[in-house]
């Protein structure tokens, strides 16, 4: 949510913004700006709209500076109009601040520098930072809330870190200023910013591939730090203006990974990514070596036993896709581990927790690692967990998430990779199949452990899991030129519905939220047996419903209730086993998937719902990759 880049080095600073800006625009696209420090000069240049927009207002300006700081908005506080763009200055135009967060003391903020002469042109919360930096840039705090000023160091810093401690909220910050051209400051708090470094230059960004093309050494900022980027080096600071230790790492990403490879769309390049992302999976998790008669378990978790054993209950808690992907996990952990298990909205649950639970393993399941609300959640039942005097009550928290160096993992102690590279497409796709694979992976083992299914069964899914790959490569190359013909006749459609059962239920909510988030159409996914008690009022032969009816507990249920949708002239889409006779009878249009084992076809029934939403977007000439109003990754509540 909002990207935020900046740059200070030898090179043309503007240009390297821009391109950052152009690998972040996922994160938000309301409007975009950059401001840059050379030669006296604070250069700022905004545009409302897509990142186009300022590229086509940047053409032609002669810009040599080496130093600046750059942004793409998603409108939290006052519309998306320029003045309300980042960078944001004080009165004087003196310093520039882009921000990625809340600023939740803003008002209270705002009427003291008001009061003080400062001139306010936004309706924004970030527009205090700047005008607090010049504030106490002028009249240093008399009591710094420190025992270590920085002015030695710097008078910027030390102003800017004054400034910071009177914000409450979750933010990153970078920031320049005119008075000091040889300086960008960062900062984290609860926001995510990456410190990238290179020979005599050195970058920063709130995602690590707006970094990736020009280093692949990366320090990424705790809460609570503040570092001062020179093209000397780098220097990070407490709050409280204590220097701390810090070096990089190094990534293992790839800059390829960002690029679209000759596909039209991110999405749909990453769909087509989804069996060699379960391949990878496979191959992190899975004993190779493994046999029935081997007496150990055939998953490599690495997680602590401690973690695992002796589990009661489980609670998940997550957000959008990931709380769809969980859903899954719940029928999983269940029906082949015996736990019994709830899944939460995290931004349900931190206000409402569920009284504690003894022996409870809380997961956290986010792509990005960096959801407000998931985070909150989790940082909260560790808390309340940690306080409880009855030890059965001890926190055990792991996360499930594609970005292992995300704030999630420096919250939780364990965390699952899921392994799918980075996923620009703001519809989370392939990471939605990994964040699946988790769940069989920790379901697995924990009926492994549990003696919850007998080893023939269990290697009857883990040989289950292995030819999944070229199910799916089957999946998409039978699929892609029917779906796309298919599309052709939803381009005036209104409303959708989509109905599964048992474990497919959740891939029927998916396919709704894929189809309203990228073509704007209205859908909604139900338990096909709950129809009759609602929905069914809605269908007509305006509304097609997309059922889901695969092979297991409730195949023929799901075709009744599929009938009982033709009854009422709905058109009916059905994900159905290939080559089917009941189908065949029963559905208007076929989405054959391979007939599997119940417990896994949800990898291979959300394909051709995937495909169906990319298609159905694609033709109404819509943004596929960065639908209005959404943005990646929700980094505020
Ligand atoms: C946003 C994205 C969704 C995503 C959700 C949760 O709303 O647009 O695609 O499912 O956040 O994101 P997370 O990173 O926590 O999985």
Redesign the pocket.
Known sequence: MCGIVGYIGTRAASKILVEGLKTLEYRGYDSAGVATVGEGILQRTRAKGKLINLQTKLEGLEDPAHLGIGHTRWATHGKPEEHNAHPHTDTKERIAVVQNGIIENYRELREELKAKGHQFRSDTDTEVIPHLIAEYLQNPAENPDSDTVLTEQSSFLEAARQAVNRLKGAFALAMVSVDFPDELLVVRQQAPLAIGFGQGEFFCASDTPAIMPYTQAVLTLENGELARLTRMGVEVYDFTGHRLKKKPQTLNWNPIMVEKQGFKHFMLKEIYEQPGVVRTCLETYLDTSWDQQSGRSPINLNLPNALLDDLEHIQIL?????WHASLVGKYLLEQVANVPTVVQYASEFRYAPAPLMANTLTIGV???G??AD?LAALEMEQTRRSASCDERHAPRMLGITNRVDSSLSRLVPHVMGTMAGIEIG???TKTFVAQLMAFYFLSLELAYRRQTISSARLAELIEGLRQLPAQLELVLESQERYVEELSHDFADTTDFIFIGRGINYPIALEGALKLKEISYIHAEGYPAGEMKHGPIALLDEKVPVVAIATPGTVYEKVLSNAQEAKARDARLIGVVPMNDADAEDTFDALLPVPIVDELLSPVLTVVPLQLLSYHIAARRGLDVDQPRN?????TVE
């Open positions: 997550a957000c959008g896709t990931s986010t792509q990005s960096e959801t998931t703001v519809a989370a959404l943005a990646k990754s929700v």
